[in-house]
């Protein structure tokens, strides 16, 4: 299974963007799923996962301004993000865990995760 990143781009502080993962081919129905990001020099960040039991987690850093969802009609992962900070610049990934493990999603760790998109840059200017 791909995911492919979609959605980055540049805004000014306070703005919105959403990013989608969009997952080719059959994808389980159980899972964990989630957004990362990551800036030079520094290791992943989990930013929000999704459960497939639903459940959801988030970064301090980004709770009431992310919300990640996903659309189990076509399986696309969804983040949105409000209140944009230019501390949020990074490239963003998503990321799946066939399989629901609920500590792994509680985790917000990378290294559990097997299937990663390509990446796509958040850019957020003061």
């Known amino acids: 299974v791909q995911l492919v990143d979609s959605g980055g781009g540049s805004v000014q502080a306070g703005g919105s963007l959403r990013l989608s993962c969009s997952p080719s081919?059959?994808?389980?129905?159980?899972?964990?799923m989630g957004w990362f990001r990551q800036t030079s020099g520094k290791e992943r960040e989990g930013v929000a996962t999704i459960g497939s039991d639903g459940t959801t987690r988030y970064a301090d850093s980004v709770k009431g301004r992310f919300t990640i969802s996903r659309d189990n009609g076509d399986k696309t992962l969804y983040l949105q993000m409000d209140s944009l900070k230019p501390e949020d610049t990074a490239m963003y990934y998503c990321?799946?865990?066939?399989?629901?493990?609920?500590?792994?999603?509680?985790?917000?760790?990378?290294?559990?995760?097997?299937?990663w998109g390509q990446g796509t840059q958040v850019t957020v200017s003061s």
């Open positions: 081919g059959y994808t389980p129905t159980s899972y964990c």
């Open positions: 990321a799946a865990q066939w399989g629901y493990s609920r500590s792994l999603c509680n985790s917000l760790l990378a290294t559990g995760f097997r299937n």
